[in-house]
Nanobody
Framework: QVQLVESGGGLVQAGGSLRLSCAAS????????TGWFRQAPGKEREFVAA????????IYPDSVKGRFTISRDNGLNMIYLQMNSLKPEDTAVYYC???????????????WGQGTQVTVSS
């Protein structure tokens, strides 16, 4: 079992930055691929970023590529999402997730955090 707790969300103006953190407990995070997803009201959950178990590979959708950066510190059991040049359409609840398969598909992730709200004002 892996427990995940996100933090770092909040309200920011368009063009600003936020850094989300996800603290993992339970099993060692190094044995899992991890990702970030988001869900806006009335919309389906959307893939944001993924990073392989040892952090040597990342995946981003075009909507955030060049603006968001995922990273991890396996020694601290932490996952991060640096978000720059934020846009109002980035407003959503952001979730971190862990799973055995490195992908952008939410169905490949087994463990999920409770989410943290990010609101970007125009």
């Amino acid at each position: 079992q892996v427990q995940l707790v996100e933090s770092g969300g909040g309200l920011v103006q368009a063009g600003g930055s936020l850094r989300l953190s996800c603290a993992a407990s339970g099993r060692a995070l190094s044995t899992y691929s991890t990702g970030w997803f988001r869900q806006a009201p009335g919309k389906e959950r959307e893939f944001v970023a993924a990073i392989s178990d040892y952090g040597d590979s990342t995946i981003y959708p075009d909507s955030v590529k060049g603006r968001f950066t995922i990273s991890r510190d396996n020694g601290l059991n932490m996952i991060y999402l640096q978000m720059n040049s934020l846009k109002p359409e980035d407003t959503a609840v952001y979730y971190c997730a862990a799973g055995r398969i490195y992908s952008g598909n939410s169905r490949d992730y087994v463990y999920w955090g409770q989410g943290t709200q990010v609101t970007v004002s125009s």
